[in-house]
């Protein structure tokens, strides 16, 4: 019996070792190369050009992370290239955005699918946004990045 607790527990502990951890992060500057393998020696795939764009990081190798952005194009980009500044992007048609945090509150604004967000803070189920001249409240299951 003791033997096949020690098992179990022995491959709960090498299994969360070796799982892989997907987070986001964002685009640092306003044109960023998306290249085929980690390393500047592999051809550029797709040139970015959005400054603040969520990427979702699945895999490192030396200095090079290897991306999913929101269109499922996959790459590598150079950590230089990365930042930790929230940013989203709707992922719903017409989304609205409040006031104060409640679907109660004064509409402002209507974010079609696709719009980039700057992200102020998030709490519970919603996020404080700025989009060009705009602030206000989106719901966080609208949006898709770094929250």
């Known amino acids: ?7 179990l527990v022995l ?4 299994h969360n070792l070796f799982a892989k951890e997907e987070y986001f992060l964002t685009l640092r500057n306003e044109k960023v190369n ?9 051809p550029v795939k797709i040139f970015y050009k ?7 990081i699945q895999d490192k190798s030396d200095t090079f992370r290897k991306i999913r952005d929101h269109e499922n194009n996959s790459g590598w980009i150079h ?5 930790k500044k929230k940013a989203a992007l709707t ?4 989304v609205l955005v409040f006031n104060k945090p409640t679907i109660y509150s ?6 079609k699918k696709g719009r980039l967000c700057k992200i102020k803070k998030c709490k519970d189920e919603w996020c404080n946004i700025t989009v060009d001249k705009f602030k206000g ?5 609208s949006l898709w990045g770094l929250l």
């Open 11 to 14: 491959f709960f502990f090498t």
């Open 34 to 42: 998306l290249r085929q393998g980690p390393s500047f020696d592999y």
């Open 106 to 111: 004064t509409p402002k604004v209507i974010l």
């Open 91 to 94: 992922i719903d048609d017409d």
């Open 50 to 56: 959005k400054k603040f764009l969520p990427v979702l």
């Open 1 to 7: 019996m003791h033997k096949v607790i020690f098992l």
């Open 79 to 83: 950590i230089s290239q990365l930042s």
């Open 137 to 141: 409240w989106v719901k966080k299951d």
